[in-house]
C-alpha cells in the first residue's frame, strides 16, 4: 500500500526556517518525481515545487511565490523527500502536502500525505 | 491567483446529477492532461480522475471526467451525502515557471 506521511511543520517566528519531510513507503521511491503543495486555511490547493527522480536528472521547479526561499531534495535510499522553508512569512501559513507523481509524463499527482500545518507567526 | 476557473458552488438533490466546470488557457488545459481531485472536509485531496477522462482504481464509475479544447469537465451522477466536499481540477502549465496549477475549487452540497 502505498504510503506518504508529513512531519516537520509546527510554529515558527517570520523570518526564520523549518523543514519538512515527507516518508514514502509500498512503493519504489527512487523511480518517481515527488510534488510539495499547500492550502492556506480556508482557500484552494497551491503548488510549490516538484523534484524529478534520478533517472530525469532529480532537478526541481519551485512557484513564483517561494522560489529563492524554499527548496527540495530528495533522499532516495532513505525514502524522504524534504521542503526546506527559509524566510518564512506570514503568508507561508498553510497545510503542506507531499504527493506522488504519476501516469503520462508526470501528469497526475496519485498519492497524498495527510499534511503537515505550518504556522509563521511572532 | 488560481489560474484555472471554476464555478464556487454546485448542488443538487441526492440521486441528481452535477458537473463542475473548470475553464483555462492553451498554454495549460489546451495541451496538458487535466486531473482532478476530491477534499472532504479537514482531509488531504484524493485523485478522482487523471488523464483528462480516467478513473483510478476504488473510484466509482458515478465520477466522470471530460476535455474539450481549453476547459474540462467533471460529472458526478447518483450524487449522495458522502460526495459532500471541495472539487479541484489540475493541470501542468507550460508557461515559464508556472508549474502545477489548480482551478478556484468547487463546493458541492447535496441538497
Known amino acids: 500500500e502505498v504510503q506518504l506521511v508529513e512531519s516537520g511543520g509546527g510554529l515558527v517566528k517570520p523570518g526564520r526556517s523549518l523543514r519538512l519531510s515527507c516518508t514514502a513507503s509500498g512503493f519504489t521511491f527512487g523511480d518517481y518525481g515527488m510534488g510539495w503543495f499547500r492550502q492556506a486555511p480556508g482557500k484552494g490547493l497551491e503548488w510549490v515545487g516538484f523534484i524529478r527522480s534520478k533517472a530525469y536528472g532529480g532537478t526541481t521547479d519551485y512557484a513564483a511565490s517561494v522560489r529563492g526561499r524554499f527548496s527540495i531534495s530528495r533522499e532516495d535510499s532513505k525514502h524522504f523527500a524534504y521542503l526546506q522553508l527559509n524566510s518564512l512569512k506570514s503568508e507561508d501559513t498553510a497545510v503542506y502536502y507531499c504527493a506522488r507523481a504519476n501516469c503520462r509524463g508526470g501528469s497526475c499527482f496519485d498519492y497524498w500525505g495527510q499534511g503537515t500545518l505550518v504556522t509563521v507567526s511572532s | 491567483q488560481s489560474v484555472l476557473t471554476q464555478p464556487p458552488s454546485v448542488s443538487a438533490a441526492p440521486g441528481q446529477k452535477v458537473t463542475i466546470s473548470c475553464s483555462g488557457s492553451?498554454?495549460?488545459?489546451?495541451?496538458?492532461?487535466v486531473s482532478w481531485f476530491q477534499q472532504l472536509p479537514q482531509t488531504a485531496p484524493k485523485l478522482l480522475i487523471y488523464e483528462n477522462n480516467m478513473r483510478p482504481s476504488g473510484i466509482p464509475d458515478r465520477f466522470s471526467g471530460s476535455k474539450s479544447g481549453t476547459s474540462a469537465t467533471l460529472g458526478i451522477t447518483g450524487l449522495q451525502t458522502g460526495d459532500e466536499a471541495d472539487y479541484y481540477c489540475g493541470t501542468w502549465d507550460s508557461t515559464l515557471g508556472s508549474g502545477y496549477v489548480f482551478g478556484t475549487g468547487t463546493k458541492v452540497t447535496v441538497l
Open positions: 492553451s498554454s495549460n488545459i489546451g495541451n496538458n492532461y
